[in-house]
T-cell receptor
Framework: GDSVTQMEGPVTLSEEAFLTINCTYT??????LFWYVQYPGEGLQLLLK?????DKGSNKGFEATYRKETTSFHLEKGSVQVSDSAVYFC?????????????FGKGTSLLVTP | NAGVTQTPKFRILKIGQSMTLQCAQD?????MYWYRQDPGMGLKLIYY???????DKGEVPNGYNVSRSTTEDFPLRLELAAPSQTSVYFC?????????FGEGSWLTVV
């Protein structure tokens, strides 16, 4: 079935370091891809999305490019801040009978230290 | 701008008790969802609804029931609570592929 695999955490970086969180997917169709962020004690917030191959989603300095040839949607940020410490979830949607239900990866915890 | 509102935020239940988690959205979205999030895991879909009067099972429906009598409300009922249902529950709604989440309900079954 459809699934998302993202790199294991936790990831610990110093402030201003470069961030990459890997995400690959398996799907029979052409999914839309998402990154969600969850800050401690809060719900999930949409960070960025891409709906077709070669699309680049971007928000708050984060970027991810939909790569159909490698079935990947890696999250990157050039210079992380302490406030970026959170759990990041990669997810996909296939337009299906379940509406637009998201299929999530397990999440990657990021800790940024001063 | 309320968005998706869940109540209660925290609840402790005893084994065998029942309760309902409330969810309401004010965006007139047709699609609504209930997820659970276990520690170190992504969210798993419990139930979903594509419109008032229509509900269907997701990946992990056992032990839960839902109803959708109005567009706005999508309550999740736990019957005979078990320790395995200790989790964080998220309600969500969508119109198209942008999904909005509530802030979560932390449930502990002891």
């Amino acid at each position: 079935g459809d699934s998302v695999t993202q790199m294991e955490g936790p990831v610990t970086l110093s402030e201003e370091a470069f961030l990459t969180i890997n995400c690959t997917y398996t799907a029979t169709g052409y999914p839309s891809l998402f990154w969600y962020v969850q800050y401690p004690g809060e719900g999930l917030q949409l960070l960025l999305k891409a709906t077709k191959a070669d699309d680049k989603g971007s928000n708050k300095g984060f970027e991810a490019t939909y790569r159909k040839e490698t079935t990947s949607f890696h999250l990157e940020k050039g210079s992380v801040q302490v406030s970026d410490s959170a759990v990041y979830f990669c997810a996909l949607i296939l337009n299906s009978n379940s509406g637009y239900a998201l299929n999530f990866g397990k999440g990657t915890s990021l800790l940024v230290t001063p | 701008n309320a968005g998706v509102t869940q109540t209660p935020k925290f609840r402790i239940l005893k084994i065998g008790q029942s309760m309902t988690l409330q969810c309401a959205q004010d965006m007139n979205h047709n699609y609504m969802y209930w997820y659970r999030q276990d520690p170190g895991m992504g969210l798993k879909l419990i139930y979903y609804s594509v419109g008032a009067g229509i509900t269907d099972k997701g990946e992990v429906p056992n032990g839960y029931n839902v109803s959708r009598s109005t567009t706005e409300d999508f309550p999740l009922r736990l019957e005979l609570a078990a320790p395995s249902q200790t989790s964080v529950y998220f309600c969500a709604s969508s119109q198209g592929n942008t999904i909005y989440f509530g802030e979560g309900s932390w449930l502990t079954v002891v």
